[in-house]
């Protein structure tokens, strides 16, 4: 028959110090992989934010750009009479 060895303190404190460095380095990754995809998500947004804005800025620039062409037209008129 086989004979178990009854493990050593030291022997059970590496095993238990193994599987708290697998379970710290699994965490880790955990984290890194839920903020990379957060990190993602942000700049998605942010991406998506910032075509919003520029294209209200395009907008509010050919609304300027009309408006100020009808006043010189309109004064160029007033102007020939």
């Given at each position: 028959?086989?004979?178990?060895?009854k493990?050593?303190?030291s022997?059970?404190?590496?095993?238990?110090?193994?599987?708290?460095?697998?379970?710290?380095?699994?965490?880790d990754?955990?984290?890194?992989?839920?903020?990379?995809?957060?990190?993602?998500?942000?700049?998605?947004?942010y991406?998506k934010?910032a075509?919003?804005?520029?294209?209200?800025?395009?907008?509010l620039r050919?609304?300027?750009?009309?408006?100020?062409?009808?006043?010189?037209?309109?004064?160029?008129?007033?102007?020939?009479?």
């Amino acid at each position: 028959m086989l004979e178990t060895r009854k493990r050593t303190d030291s022997e059970t404190i590496n095993e238990c110090l193994m599987e708290i460095s697998e379970a710290i380095a699994f965490l880790d990754y955990s984290f890194e992989r839920a903020f990379s995809v957060n990190e993602k998500n942000y700049i998605m947004a942010y991406k998506k934010h910032a075509l919003v804005i520029q294209e209200e800025l395009d907008n509010l620039r050919t609304l300027t750009f009309d408006v100020l062409l009808q006043a010189e037209n309109k004064a160029k008129k007033i102007g020939a009479f």
